[in-house]
C-alpha cells in the first residue's frame, strides 16, 4: 500500500504507515477506508465527536409512541428484529422492505422504500437494534418509523458494551457515530466507531496536550482537555456531556477569535493608514442642501467613522443598518471628506444594477459639488472602459462606484484612500483584500443592509469594528404586512387595482420556481401575460428578469420610475438596492418559498416615501405536498412549519435584528452570511446560532492573551502556541492578506 500520512501522529511524531494502527481493532483495511473518511491520525479519531446520542430521554416504549406523533424531535425505539420482509406496495406496487421490531410493549412496523435490496440481508432475526424516526400515523391509527436511522446494538462478539436492556433504568449514553457505506463495508458502522474510540482513548488519551493555560481553564470554567475527549464519547452523565462539549466548543471559537485578533492587530500595526482632516467644504454643502435632518443614530455613526477616519490606523469598519435606514447617505459623508483630502474613492456593489443605482443616487446627491464620479461595470463598450480606466489611473475619477470590474488586475488607481464595500455578504475576506492592495492602505467601510445577529458579527466579521444605524429616519410609516393564501388572490389584485387608481406602483414578485433558468423565464413570462391580459388589462405591466441584458433591466426600472409602468412584475432580480419611493405594494407570490432574509430584503423596496406601505405575502402550502415528494414525513413537516414560521416572523416584526436571529435559527449558519467564502473556518462543534456567551467569552480571553503576551512567549503557552500554528496555518495565511 502505497500511503504517506502528511499528519503526523498525535504525539507528533512523524509516521512512515499509517499512524492509525497503532489503536486496537484497526488494521491496514481500516486505516484506508478512515483516511478515505479524513479520519488520517489517532487525532482525528478523537476529534470524529459523536453525531448524537441515544439518549434515556428520547428512548420510547412502542406502546408510548402515540404520545409522539407531533414530537419536534425523532424519537428512538430499542427493539429486536421480529419479523422481515420484501412487499410490493398495495398502492403503486413499489418494492418496501418491511422490518417488525418488538420490545416488551409491543410491535413496531419499519418501512423503507429505498435501499430496499440491501436491507433485505442487512439484520439477523433477533438483532437488538435502535431505530429513531419521527413516528408517523399509518393506517387505523398504528403507528410506523419511515426510513428510520438505526444502530446495531449488540454483536457476538462484543463485551465492552452496556447492558441495554438495562438503558430505561441506567441512564446510559451512547455515542452514534456517522458513517459511509465504505465504512460500514470494514466493520466501522456506529457501532464499530464506538469500539475503536474506546481503543484510542485507552492507549492515547494520556499523550494529548492541554492546549489552554490554566488560567483561561479556570477564569472560563473550563473541563481539561483530556477529561472533555473522553466525555464528548462516553459521557457518564448529561452534565458530564455538557462540560465536555462547553470544552471543546471553546476550543474551536477561541483559536478562531485568536486568529482574529491577530488579523486585526497586524492591520493596525502593518503599516501606517491615512491621516484624514475631517474639515470638508464639500460635505459641509451637502448637508446644507440635504430635505432632511440626519438621525441620531446617522450621526452616530459619522462621528466613529470620523474618528476612525482622523486616526492612523487604517479603518475596518462594518455598517450594519436595515434597508432604507441610511447608510448611503452616511457613506457619502465619509467619500466627501476623503475626496476632499485628496484621494480617491471606490464603492464596490455585488451587482451591476446596484452599482448603477448607487452611482445614479451618489450623483444626485453630489451633482452640484464639483467632484468627478465615474461608473465601472462589465459590459460596457470598449472604448468607455478605456476612458474611466484612465481616469482611475490619472486620479482625475475621485469617486468610482462599480462591480467586482473595479478588482480586476488593470484598474489601477492614482491614489486610493477610501473604499466602501456594500456587501450584501458577497464579498470575502480575499476581495476585501484586493481591494487593499489597490490602495494606499486605504480606510475600508463594509455596508450591509441585512442585519447581522452578534454571534456572527463576532465571528464572520470579528477583524472589523462595528457600527449599526438603529433607528429608521422619521418619516417612515411602518408597512403593513399580511398573509393570503392562495385562494384569497383575486381580493388582493383587486385591492393592487384600487391602489393603482389611486396614483400608486405596485410590484409583484415571483420565486425562482426551477433550477433550470430557462424553465424560469418562461413560467415568469407566462404569469406576466396572464396578469398583463386577464388581471391587470387597464394597467401598464413591465417584465424584469435574471435574463434581460443590462440596458432592457435599466429600461424598464427608468420606465417605473417614470411610472410608465405601473406594475413592475419581477423575478427576485429587484431583491437588491431598488429605490423607487412611489411604489407602496408589495406582492410576494409562493411566499412560502422564499427564505426570510429575502422576504425582510424585498419588503424593504416599499415603506420608502411618506405613504401606507403594503406587503402582501401569499402563501400556498400545499406546494410542498406537490413539490417535496421524496421526503419524509417528518422532514416535510418541519419545511411547511420553517415556512409558516418565516411567514409569521414577517407579520410580527419590522426589526431587521429580530428577522435576522429567526433566519439563523432557521437556516443555521452555514448558508448564510457566506461564511464559506469569509475565511472562518467550519466548527465541527461549536454553534454560532446557540453559543453567543461562549463565542463573547472566547473572544474577550482571545484579545487579552494577545494582548498580554502577542509573541506567545511565556512558557504555559507554548502548547497553546504550538497548536494554533499546526491547526491554523491557512488561516493565519489569509490573515496576512485579510
Ligand atoms: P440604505 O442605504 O440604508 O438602504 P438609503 O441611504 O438608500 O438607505 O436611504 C433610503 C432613503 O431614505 C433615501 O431616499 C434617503 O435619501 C432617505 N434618507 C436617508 N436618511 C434620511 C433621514 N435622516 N431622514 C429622511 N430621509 C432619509
Ligand atoms: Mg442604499
Known sequence: MNRTPTTPDIKGRPRTESPMQYVKGIGPKRATALEIASIRSIRDLLYNFPFDYLDRSRIVHIRDLKKFVDAEEPVTVIGQVYRQELRRSRRSHQLVFLLTLEDETGHLPCVWFKGVQWFKDAFEPGELLAVSAYPGFYKLGRIQFTHPEFDRLKGAEEEDEPDWGKLFNTGAIIPKYSSTADLTKVGLDSRGFRRIVRNALKSHLHSVEETLPDEIRSRADLLGCRAALEQIHFPARPEDLAAARRRLKFDELFFLQLMLAYRKRRLGQEKKGITYTIESELARTLAASLPFELTKAQRRVLNEIADDMRSSKPMNRLLQGDVGSGKTIVALFAMLVAVENGYQVAMMAPTEILAEQHFRTLEGYVNKLPVTMRLLIGGQKKKLREDIREDIQSGRAQIVVGTHAILEENIKFARLGFVVIDEQHRFGVLQRATLREKGLNPDVLVMTATPIPRTLSLTVYGDLDVSVIDEMPANRKPIKTGVRLEDQKQKVYQFVSEEIRHGRQAYIVFPLIEESEKVDLKAATAEFERLRTEVFPEHSLGLLHGRMKSEEKDEIMMKFKAREIQILVSTTVIEVGI????????????????????????????????????????????????????????????????????????????????????????????????????????????????????????????????????????????????????????????????
Not at 425582510?600 to 405613504?611: P, S, Y
Not at 418541519?638 to 415556512?643: F, G, I, N, V
Not at 463573547?696 to 494577545?706: M, P, S, T
Not at 497553546?720 to 499546526?726: G, I, S, Y
Open 579 to 738: 429605490d423607487v419611493p412611489n411604489a407602496t405594494i408589495m406582492i410576494i407570490e409562493n411566499a412560502e418559498r422564499f427564505g426570510l432574509s429575502q422576504l425582510h430584503q424585498l419588503r424593504g423596496r416599499v415603506g420608502r416615501g411618506a405613504d401606507q406601505s403594503y406587503c402582501i405575502l401569499i402563501a400556498n402550502y400545499g406546494w410542498f405536498d406537490a413539490h417535496r415528494k421524496g421526503l419524509e414525513a417528518g422532514e416535510l413537516k418541519r419545511e411547511k412549519m420553517h415556512a409558516q414560521t418565516r411567514l409569521e416572523t414577517m407579520v410580527e416584526t419590522a426589526d431587521g435584528f429580530k428577522i435576522a436571529e429567526v433566519d439563523l435559527r432557521l437556516r443555521g449558519p452555514g448558508e448564510i452570511f457566506g461564511i464559506r467564502q469569509s475565511g472562518v473556518p467550519e466548527f465541527r462543534i461549536a454553534n454560532l446560532v446557540e453559543d453567543g456567551e461562549l463565542i463573547a467569552i472566547a473572544r474577550k480571553e482571545a484579545f487579552l492573551l494577545v494582548e498580554r503576551d502577542p509573541q506567545l512567549r511565556s512558557p504555559s503557552h507554548r502548547q497553546l502556541r504550538k497548536h494554533f500554528e499546526d491547526q491554523y496555518k491557512d488561516a493565519l495565511e489569509l490573515g496576512n492578506v485579510g
